[in-house]
T-cell receptor, first 112, second 108 residues
């Protein structure tokens, strides 16, 4: 089954404790992206990747890192999480930014 | 800065009504996505279009490049259509710029 898998789905953690949210897709998509969704602000892009080893900043990259060592995986890293990064995060993939995107189920992060 | 604006922000209608959600965008957006977010949070891509009109079941999306405007229509609306509908424009750097979403409630 074609899917985008995010883990974990839910996480409660504390300020400053490094965390990684994994994202994996099995559709051989080249384009992958991370978004955060906050009430009243809609979806905002954090980082995107056009292909392996190619990553670019989105609208709100501060406090986040990503890597794209393999086509299927695009982890989101919070080196020193802060409470303002409490949000609902979505990973998405597609053949290209001009193609319909497939979204993961979302990861709800709470940073205390 | 490119912007994408949606209207209305909230829409409540009776089952069976014809629904229209609008999306306006500024210069520099070459294509537009329409997505649906279910009450449980999951997001599904509905359409990606850069010209004309696309139809899938009871959903129809249109775009007018000259007027910088796109619409999403739902015919014979049903309570299961209740969701947040989001449009997103793609700029020249292939970055998506998201509208704030339209919350649709269809009452039986």
């Amino acid at each position: 089954e074609a899917q985008v898998t995010q883990n974990p789905r839910y996480l409660i953690t504390v300020t400053g404790k490094k965390l990684t949210v994994t994202c994996s897709q099995n559709m051989n998509h080249e384009y992958m992206s991370w978004y955060r969704q906050d009430p009243g602000l809609g979806l905002r892009q954090i980082y995107y990747s056009m292909n392996v080893e190619v990553t670019d900043k989105g609208d709100v990259p501060e406090g986040y890192k990503v890597s794209r060592k393999e086509k299927r995986n695009f982890p989101l890293i919070l080196e020193s999480p802060s409470p303002n990064q409490t949000s609902l995060y979505f990973c998405a993939s597609s053949f290209g930014p001009w193609s319909p995107q497939h979204f993961g189920d979302g990861t709800r992060l709470s940073i205390l | 800065k490119n912007e994408v604006e949606q209207s209305p922000q909230n829409l409540t209608a009776q089952e069976g009504e014809f629904i229209t959600i609008n999306c306006s965008y500024s210069v520099g957006i070459s294509a537009l996505h329409w997505l649906q977010q279910h009450p449980g949070g999951g997001i599904v891509s509905l359409f990606m279009l850069s010209s004309g009109k696309k139809k899938h079941g009871r959903l129809i999306a249109t775009i007018n490049i000259q007027e910088k405007h796109s619409s999403l229509h739902i015919t014979a609306s049903h309570p299961r259509d209740s969701a947040v509908y989001i449009c997103a424009g793609m700029d020249s750097n292939y970055q998506l710029i998201w509208g704030a979403g339209t919350k649709l409630i269809i009452k039986p």
